[in-house]
Structure formats: C-alpha cells, structure tokens
C-alpha cells in the first residue's frame, strides 16, 4: 500500500468510460484512477453498475465510450493482444468458477501450465506455495466439489494469483458465501493487500473497507458519487445516497 | 428354443465365420463401434461450428444438422447405397455403405446432444478461463468440451444404443449383421419364426442393457470422485 510512488502511471485509469446494455446506461462519463500498490474498495446499491466497472477492466464487459489504461497502455488498443493482457490481471469471481473437473492443483497450475506454457515442476512448485499461502495446501489434490464455499473461494484466488499479475479484482468474492466463511476469505485478502499488490474490490463487507483499503468509491446508478478516503467516507458521509447506503448495510455488520 | 440357441448360437454370434463372411452378433458390434468412431468426431465439430462466434459457420453447421436429423436413416442407407459408387467411381461393399450412413446419421443427433452439453455450460467457466488469458481454443478445448462431454454421458450414450439397433437396418442392403443371421436362421428352420425372432430380440436387449448399466457405472465413479452429488 506505502509503495506509491506519487506521480507514476497509475495502474488502472477510467478515462470519460461509457456504457450501455442495449437502451440502459449502466456506466456513465467515469473517470478515475488506482494508482500502483493501492487498494480500492467499490461499494453500492445493487444495480449501480459496480460489477459491470470491474469487469470492463479485463474486458470481461466491453465499452462504447471512452479509454481504459492499464499501467499506461490503452487496453482497447488495436494492436493488444488481450490473451496476454488478461494475464496481467487476476479476477475473482462471486461463484468462484472452479474447473469441477481438476483437481485444485490443477486449477492452480492450468494458467502457468496451458496458457504460458511454463515447465511443469516450477508451476507446481509456485501452485503450492500459492496453496499454502491461502491455507490450503492440504487440498491440493482434492476436487472442488469437495471443498467448502470458503475454501473455493480462497484456492480461486490462489488460482488468480498463479500468473503473478500486479493488478487483483475481486467482484464481490464473498457474496455467496455462507457467513462463517466470510472471515477467512476476508483474511486472505487482507494479507494481500498488506503485500502491495494492487487491488480492486467489489464488496459490502464495510469492515474490510475501513481496515484496509486506501479509498472507498461508492456508485449510483452507473455514476461515481463518492470516492473518499475510507475515513472521510465513513466518519463523515456528506452524501445522502451514501448516508442511506450505510445505514442500510451497517447494522448487519 | 433352448434348441434354436444350441444348435444356430454360433451364427447369431459370428455368422458363417469361418467359412463364409464374418456377421452376427459380431459384425454389428463392429459396426456400431465404427459408427460411433467416426460419428464422434464429426459430432463433436459440428457442435462446436454451431457454438461458434462466426454466423455463417452456424448457419452451414445448423442446416446440415437439421436436414440430416429430418430424413429416415432408412432413405440415407438407400441413398448412400446409390450416391457412394456414383460419387467415388468405386463399388462401395454393404459394411462400408452402412457404416458411411450410421455416421453421417449419428452425427448429426450427436451433435445435438454435445452441443446442448456445452450450452449448459455455466457461462462463469469460460469467463474464468477467459480472464486468465486462456484463448477461445484452450477454453473450449480444456474447459467446456471436458465438462460437456463428461456431463452428455448418457445422452451419448443411449445414442451408442440407437446406433447398435439402427444397424439392424443394414439388413436392406444385405449386411451381414445380427438381424441378417437370424433371418438366415429362420430361413434354415423355417417352422418357427416366433422363437428365432425372440431369441434376436433378446440379445439386442442384452447388448443394449448392460452397455447402458456399464456407461452409467462409469459415470457414476468419476462423478464421485469429483465430489458431484
């Protein structure tokens, strides 16, 4: 989080980013930037377009208007090529998305082996200590179905960390999880923030937002209304929508 | 009819093998088998032409499909059995005018079980292999087609069943299958048709059943080692 060097190309840049599914406009005119090693927590009411920002940065979504820049270069530009892109990007879904058919070894291994080609000894080497890391290295050879909502979650995020990528997405990574297993996925993502990596979080979880992220960004209605430092934004929220929002989502907390 | 079975079992199971063409049981075991062989293929590009991200790869694919799925399997063996010597210059035998139908016909329903096995595909799976920067190729090839081969199992294979008994329809143009032997049995007996067909009846039953008992017993053992239900 202290790496920032004040000045440099940040790591994610939204400039003037529009976007609509058919007549809807989802994201509207967003500008706004991460800077490298930091963390964002994006927070909202259902429906303000939070999950389709996040996915537009790996182009999950695609765009009608505007640029995104990742670490400088335009990620719309012609000559990208957007398999190696995507690489430098790790994505941690809702559901998780396991491949049920591998075993988490190697799910962990499947980008470092099939997509980078990269020798199988050195993959498995870094998937365990990936697993380790997350807490699982127990599981390595277990079937997803066989692992809790919460274990998935972590060995997705071991999985996304394979390819070493600067910048992490996380779209609500524990929404579907059963409360007692929020905890330990938040723990996770905890200490990678504590590593510097750069983070983009979708989430409710109002804690994780004040202990550890660098800025809280709050949407509505496909428009950016807050973005604050996590302080400011929960001490003293001067925007009513926002008011609303906590008053909302806090007392479950 | 313990008697039919004593005396004829060996032409039910191989025909006048050795001294005359191998048939029987057999011959179409060989015949579905090779059926299934090349249908597979075929089948599984099919589906993937009629998923694919180009329109007019889905629309030849889709037409193809759809014509082939609407004509009996009897017209497509007199066809080929007339079309085949005429299109190559060759004169094709019976096995391989069968053959050639069997898989053109089993394609086409088979890519209509694959593809609705990749369709169910949660569409998470692709965006997760997409998101790590695994191209359309690697995500088909090692994330959806594995998931949706393994998940149509008993789609393919109660089709592997139709194919065995669809090759008693070899008998119009004289293979020498199964249900060819048992006629050639009934010809030779002639007194009682009732048991040497019952008896014919018996062994597609067997043959089918326990194939359809062992794809499921198979199925069932990966399903749990993977922890599904």
Redesign the interface.
Known sequence: MSDTVPGSTPMVRFDAVDKWYGDNHVLKNINFEVAKGEVVVVCGPSGSGKSTLIRTVNRLEPIQKGKIYLDGQDIYAPSLDVNAFRQRIGFVFQQFNLFPHMSVLDNVTFAPLKIQKRPRGEAEAFARELLERVGLAAKADAFPGFLSGGQQQRVAIARALALNPPVMLFDEPTSALDPEMVGEVLQVMRSLAREGITMICVTHEMGFARDVCDRVVFMDEGQIVVDAAPDAFFENPDHPRVRRFLADILPRH | MIDLIREYWLTFLIGQYPNGPLGGLAMTIILAFCGLLASFPIAVLFALARVSPWKALRIVSGTVVNFVRGIPLLMLIFWCYFAIPLATGYAVSGFWTLVCALTIYEAAYLSEVVRSGIQAI?K??L?????????YA?TMR??VL??AL?NVLPGMASQFVSTIKETSLGYVISVNELTFAANQVNNLVLTQPLQVFTILACIYFVLCFSLTQVLGRIEAAIRR????I
């Open positions: 949660p998470g799976q965006e997760a292999s997409r998101s790590l920067g695994g191209s690697l090692s994330v594995p998931q393994f080692r993977r922890g599904l």
